[in-house]
């Protein structure tokens, strides 16, 4: 079994002074202001340069050692901080530490979560964690399979976007089941399956990977779900949506949306984000179900040229990210 290192041997750590978002200007067009939370790479809004307070450059993992104790993030642009958040550097000897390296430690430090609850600090003893040595870093996260994939699909749903929608005023909300067939899905269990590391995307209500929670052999007796289609979430992580590109099975509490007319993967994906900003409907335990159809969410054709503008830097972002990995 390979030696495991203290965090403080593989990373320089700064505990930042006390920052307050609500002291700065929000500027959409402005530097990262990063909290505790746990959403959003723990990123709660961008704000105006203000002088006295120290930029913070990309490349950190920060770390809550409160709140959200040890809920790692990589930061991949620069960004301010609040207070309790511990920013971490790699040490000179890994300064060639990858992204892709660095978000690894990212799940092996949450990993730790568990040491902290009931309300414990990650303070004192912070920089003791144990985690992998930089050479123990397993092949499958330096060199993956799924980066160049990823980085085609997005440059596809660029390209894709050759639609110029009008500039319109206003925006005209629909229901969702005048955009897409709603249907409930193949309602499977994941642990009766047999996984299988070649074989069928399993898709259920977890909010991480794009909903998929493995792979399973196929089934003889029971038809793959064809894309493209959107995954709803109805229970769990209620409102999660996500855009399937490869076949799939399902599991409970699950709604696949068909597009009625043909979609691009940009409009697919930009109605993901209209269905997730109806997440909040449906807090305190309540399932999307019966409600699901009549929910309203924009037209895309009542959508701005100028809206759709931001996709596209955001997805320029996520290529030139993707592309420092390969």
């Not at 568990?114 to 990650?122: E, I």
């Not at 991480?208 to 929670?213: K, V, W």
């Not at 179900?289 to 040229?305: A, C, D, E, F, H």
């Amino acid at each position: 079994m390979s030696e495991k290192l203290k965090l403080s041997e593989i990373f320089e750590i700064i505990k930042p002074k006390t920052t307050i978002y609500n002291e700065f200007k929000e500027n959409i067009n402005g530097i990262n202001f990063i909290s505790s939370g746990e959403k959003n790479n723990g990123i709660v809004g961008k704000v105006e340069k203000r002088e006295g307070y120290k930029i913070y450059n990309s490349g950190a993992i920060t770390v809550p050692l409160k709140g959200t104790v040890l809920h790692a993030f990589l930061q991949t642009e620069d960004f301010y901080i609040a207070h309790q958040i511990a920013i971490l550097y790699p040490k000179e000897k890994y300064s060639n530490l990858t992204n892709l390296e660095k978000i690894y430690y990212c799940y092996c430090i949450r990993e730790n979560k568990f040491r902290f609850n009931y309300n414990r600090q990650a303070d004192r003893t912070f920089g003791d964690l144990l985690l992998p040595d930089p050479q123990d870093i397993p092949n499958w996260v330096k060199q993956p399979s799924f980066i160049s994939n990823k980085k085609d699909l997005l440059k596809n749903i660029k390209n894709s976007n050759s639609k110029i929608y009008p500039n319109e005023t206003k925006i005209i909300n629909v229901r969702l089941d005048s955009l897409f067939d709603v249907v409930y899905g193949t309602n499977l269990e994941f642990n009766k399956l047999e996984e299988s590391k070649d074989g069928i995307n399993f898709v259920s209500r977890t909010n991480n990977n794009n909903g998929i929670s493995g792979k399973v052999k196929k089934l003889s007796n029971i038809e793959t779900i064809k894309p493209p289609v959107l995954t709803i979430a109805a229970g769990g992580s209620v409102g999660e949506t996500f855009l399937q590109d490869e076949e799939f099975y399902s599991g409970r509490d699950l709604y696949i949306l068909y597009p009625k007319i043909k979609m691009t993967n940009f409009e697919l994906l930009t109605y993901c984000y209209f269905i997730k900003m109806n997440s909040y409907r449906f807090n305190y335990n309540r399932q999307a179900n019966k409600t699901l159809p009549s929910l309203k969410i924009p037209n895309l054709s009542s959508i701005s040229s100028k809206t759709l503008e931001i996709f596209n830097i955001e997805l320029d972002k996520s290529i030139m990210n993707l592309s420092k990995e390969i």
